[in-house]
């Protein structure tokens, strides 16, 4: 008879259906990209919305944020890569609490992520969970998320770019301004 220690651990297709499950509605994966530009310090948020032509067919959606974005090749790792990262102290923390939010924009669509010196596409429906990482490229000071469609949301809920923007605006976060607002709370991003 021999004792010793073993330790459980989690498939990588258990992840994969974290990601995919937690996502529930496109405004709802906004809005998390949105929080996370806020907690990043920004100032402005902008949230585009294209509809389906040429090379995104199913439609593009860009959140583009002038916050501190990811600034190492560490933060990559710890922050990006992994999901369910427990917050350190020098974290900007309003909402954050997971670590598994932007996981919800990786459903939707082939993320495109710029920030810094980094690039980062995440394609989990054909891909998934290897990605392609880009370092050493002109600085970017601001993060650009884009998000090619799996699925065009104008067969969902949404019978136009204005609805999709409408929902969202309804959701409650109002960029451009600081302090930022949320739910009618002023939220400090210092
Ligand atoms: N726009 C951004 N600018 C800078 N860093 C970002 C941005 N978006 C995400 N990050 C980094 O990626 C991490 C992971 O984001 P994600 O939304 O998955 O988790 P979280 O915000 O930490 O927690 P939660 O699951 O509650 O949203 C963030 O903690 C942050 O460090
Ligand atoms: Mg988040």
């Given at each position: 008879?021999?004792?010793?220690?073993?330790?459980?651990?989690?498939?990588?297709?258990?992840?994969?259906?974290?990601?995919?499950?937690?996502?529930?509605?496109?405004?709802?994966?906004?809005?998390?990209?949105?929080?996370?530009?806020?907690?990043?310090?920004?100032?402005?948020?902008?949230?585009?919305?294209?509809?389906?032509?040429?090379?995104?067919?199913?439609?593009?959606?860009?959140?583009?944020?002038?916050?501190?974005g990811i600034r190492s090749e560490q933060e990559v790792e710890e922050f990006f890569d992994e999901?369910?990262?427990?917050?350190?102290?020098?974290?900007?923390?309003?909402?954050?609490?997971?670590?598994?939010?932007?996981?919800?924009?990786?459903?939707?669509?082939?993320?495109?992520?710029?920030?810094?010196?980094?690039?980062?596409?995440?394609?989990?429906?054909?891909?998934?969970?290897?990605?392609?990482?880009?370092?050493?490229?002109?600085?970017?000071?601001?993060?650009?998320?884009?998000?090619?469609?799996?699925?065009?949301?104008?067969?969902?809920?949404?019978?136009?770019?204005?609805?999709?923007?409408?929902?969202?605006?309804?959701?409650?976060?109002?960029?451009g301004t600081h302090p930022f607002q949320w739910n009618s709370t002023e939220y400090s991003s210092?």
């Open positions: 008879m021999a004792k010793r220690k073993r330790r459980l651990k989690m498939h990588p297709a258990l992840l994969m259906r974290v990601i995919l499950d937690q996502a529930c509605v496109l405004e709802k994966a906004i809005l998390e990209g949105d929080m996370n530009a806020i907690e990043a310090g920004s100032e402005e948020v902008r949230n585009i919305f294209k509809e389906g032509q040429g090379k995104w067919e199913n439609g593009l959606i860009t959140i583009e944020d002038d916050g501190i999901f369910g990262r427990p917050h350190d102290d020098s974290e900007n923390i309003i909402w954050k609490r997971f670590r598994m939010g932007r996981g919800q924009l990786f459903a939707y669509g082939r993320n495109t992520w710029r920030t810094g010196t980094f690039k980062m596409v995440v394609d989990i429906k054909n891909k998934g969970l290897d990605y392609d990482f880009e370092d050493g490229l002109p600085h970017f000071n601001r993060t650009k998320i884009e998000v090619e469609l799996y699925e065009n949301p104008f067969n969902w809920s949404y019978n136009s770019v204005d609805a999709l923007r409408q929902d969202q605006a309804s959701s409650g976060v109002h960029a210092g």
